[in-house]
């Protein structure tokens, strides 16, 4: 049973509006959640993190939002660039980052210029 | 900061042969983990290590896997026997021991991943 689940593989966007990815996860334990950003033949690379202790965290374009009740997180990316095309990766983690990460399985972002 | 390496980037080989792959973690990295990924997945979590401890394994990881980290610096992931079945991209993260504070205060924790190794088992 998936425990992160990023239930839309892929999500089309014009140059300069709001990419929204979104991701709902099952595991209550869980208490730190990451976003990856993924080009293909490379490994994921961090784009933002937040803590169950916040509700959003927002770092230049990208702001994440976490809705513990809902178990549901968000990526905002505003606005969106050409150079944003990747596949999106939403992870969780438990005891304040204390066990591996568990991925979903991506969302491909095609941002249209 | 060098980031994550590993080594080799690609590898080809025939069902049956031993395959070996290298990681070097960011330097200050205590953790360090393999993950494999396949077509249409995300990242699936094989086995960590805290300096040279391997503190976890995951069911995923058969009896044909094994793994070390000498001298809690570098790692490698040792495969035998090798099937089909273990053609994926194997990825290999660093990180500080988690949670850490930054000079901002508020807990942070971040896994950072090397290139790859992609696995074709012919």
């Known amino acids: 049973d998936q425990q992160v689940k990023q239930n839309s593989p892929s999500l089309s966007v014009q140059e300069g509006r709001i990419s929204i990815l979104n991701c709902d996860y099952t595991?209550?334990?869980?208490?730190?959640f990451l976003w990856y950003k993924k080009y293909p033949a490379e490994g994921p690379t961090f784009l933002i993190s937040?803590?169950?202790?916040?509700d959003k965290n927002e770092d230049g374009r990208f702001t994440v939002f976490l809705n513990k009740s809902a178990k549901h997180l968000s990526l905002h990316i505003v606005p969106s660039q050409p150079g944003d095309s990747a596949v999106y990766f939403c992870?969780?983690?438990?005891?304040?980052?204390?066990?591996?990460?568990?991925f979903g399985k991506g969302t491909r972002l095609s941002v249209i210029a | 900061d060098t980031g994550v390496s590993q080594d080799p980037r690609h590898k080809i080989t025939k069902r049956g042969q031993n395959v070996t792959f290298r990681c070097d973690p960011i330097?200050?990295?205590?953790?360090l983990y393999w993950y494999r990924q396949t077509l249409g997945q995300g990242p699936e979590f094989l086995t960590y290590?805290?300096?040279?401890?391997?503190?976890?394994k995951s069911r995923l990881l058969s009896d044909r896997f094994s793994a070390e980290r000498p001298k809690g610096s570098f790692s490698t992931l040792e495969i035998q026997r090798t099937e089909q079945g273990d053609s994926a991209m194997y990825l290999c993260?660093?990180?500080?021991?988690?949670?850490?504070?930054?000079?901002?205060?508020?807990?942070?924790?971040?896994?950072?991943f090397g290139p790859g190794t992609r696995l074709t088992v012919t």
């Open positions: 993260a660093s990180s500080r021991l988690a949670p850490f504070r930054d000079r901002l205060g508020p807990l942070s924790y971040e896994q950072y």
């Open positions: 595991n209550s334990m869980f208490d730190y």
């Open positions: 937040i803590s169950s202790i916040k």
């Open positions: 992870a969780a983690t438990s005891n304040s980052g204390n066990t591996p990460l568990v």
């Open positions: 330097s200050e990295h205590n953790r």
């Open positions: 290590f805290q300096n040279e401890a391997q503190l976890e």
